[in-house]
C-alpha cells in the first residue's frame, strides 16, 4: 500500500505498542514516529519494530511535529495516527477507499470506541454517531486520524501559523478559503481508546476552550459563530437531535462541552486583556 503513516508522540509508553501493532497489520508502505521529546519509555516502545523511522523533535511542538513528520514521508498519501488509535485489519484501505469515492483531498474517519469504561465514554460515543459518524463533505475535519494528500500543503501547513492548543480547527479553517479542496468524513469507523473519567472530560473541554479563545483572537470574524456553536449548538439542538433519536447519554456530554469550552473561551480572553 503506497501510503505513510505518520504517528506523533510525547510519553505514550503506555497506549504506543498496541497503537503501532494495529498499524503494521494493515501493511503501510512506511511508518513514521516523531517524538516530541518523550521523557518515559516511548522511544523504547518504538524500537521494537525494526521498520519505523524515528524523528526526534526537541522542543518542539505537536502541531510542528506533524508537519516534520508528514514532510519526511516518501509517498503523496499521508495518514495521521495519533497513539489512542487502533486500527483493524483493513481500516487503512477502507479510508482510502472512502476518500477515492469522494473524491476528497483529506478523509476524516468516523469513530467508535476501543474499550468503553464508563458513562462518560459511552456518552461520548454516542455523540460521536450525531456528529462525527456522517459520511459526507465537511467544513471542517479533525487532524486524526485522516489520510491527506499531501497537495493540501502546498495551501496550508501544520506550523507556527497554526493556533497552538487545538491544530485541527485553524487548519481546516484555512483550507476552506480554497474551494478546490474536498475534504470530509468517511464511512470507516476506527476504534479509539478511552480511559477517561468526568474530571479528565473536565479537563479536556476546557482545554478546548483556551483552543476556541486562540482561534477565535486570530479570526475575529468567527466569534459570533464560535459563541452559536458553544452556547446554542452544542447544549440545546446537539441536545435535542440526541433525544430525538435516542442517544440519551450523548445529552450530558453535549452540555458540559458546550458550556465549559464555553468558560475555557472565557478565560483565556480574561488572561489576555
Not at 81 to 88: M, N, S, Y
Not at 92 to 121: K, T
Not at 127 to 150: C, D, H
Not at 194 to 214: C, L, M, N, P, S
Request: hydrophobic share 40%.
Amino acid at each position: 500500500m503506497k501510503l505513510s503513516v505518520v504517528v506523533c508522540v510525547r510519553n505514550e509508553e503506555n497506549r504506543l505498542r498496541e497503537c503501532l501493532e494495529t498499524i503494521y497489520q494493515n501493511d503501510p508502505d512506511e511508518v513514521i514516529l516523531v517524538d516530541g521529546d518523550s521523557t518515559d519509555g516511548t522511544l523504547a516502545v518504538a524500537r521494537e519494530f525494526p521498520d519505523i523511522k524515528i524523528i526526534q523533535s526537541n522542543n518542539s511542538s505537536l502541531t510542528r511535529d506533524r508537519q516534520k513528520g508528514i514532510d519526511a514521508a516518501k509517498n503523496e498519501l499521508v495518514a495521521m495516527v495519533d497513539a489512542d488509535h487502533r486500527l483493524r485489519i483493513g481500516d487503512l484501505e477502507s479510508l482510502l477507499r472512502d476518500m477515492q469515492e469522494f473524491n476528497f483531498d483529506i478523509v476524516q474517519s468516523g469513530l467508535v470506541s476501543h474499550m468503553n469504561h464508563g458513562f462518560w465514554d459511552s456518552a461520548e460515543e454516542a455523540s460521536w454517531e450525531l456528529t462525527q459518524n456522517i459520511p459526507g463533505r465537511r467544513n471542517m475535519v479533525g487532524t486524526a486520524p485522516a489520510i491527506y494528500n499531501k497537495r493540501v500543503f502546498n495551501y496550508a501547513r501544520f506550523d507556527d501559523h497554526i493556533t497552538a492548543t487545538i491544530d485541527d480547527t485553524d487548519f481546516a479553517y484555512r483550507l476552506s478559503k480554497f474551494p478546490e479542496l474536498r475534504f470530509g468524513v468517511g464511512r470507516t469507523k476506527i476504534r479509539q481508546y478511552h480511559f477517561a473519567d468526568f474530571r479528565t472530560y473536565v479537563k479536556k473541554f476546557q482545554w478546548y476552550g483556551k483552543g476556541d479563545g486562540e482561534f477565535c483572537r486570530k479570526h475575529p470574524e468567527r466569534i459570533p459563530s464560535m459563541l452559536f456553536h458553544l452556547l446554542i449548538r452544542y447544549p440545546f439542538l446537539h441536545s435535542w437531535k440526541a433525544i430525538r433519536r435516542g442517544y440519551f447519554r450523548a445529552v450530558p456530554f453535549f452540555i458540559l462541552q458546550g458550556l465549559l469550552r464555553f468558560t475555557g473561551l472565557t478565560r483565556y480572553f480574561l488572561k489576555a486583556i
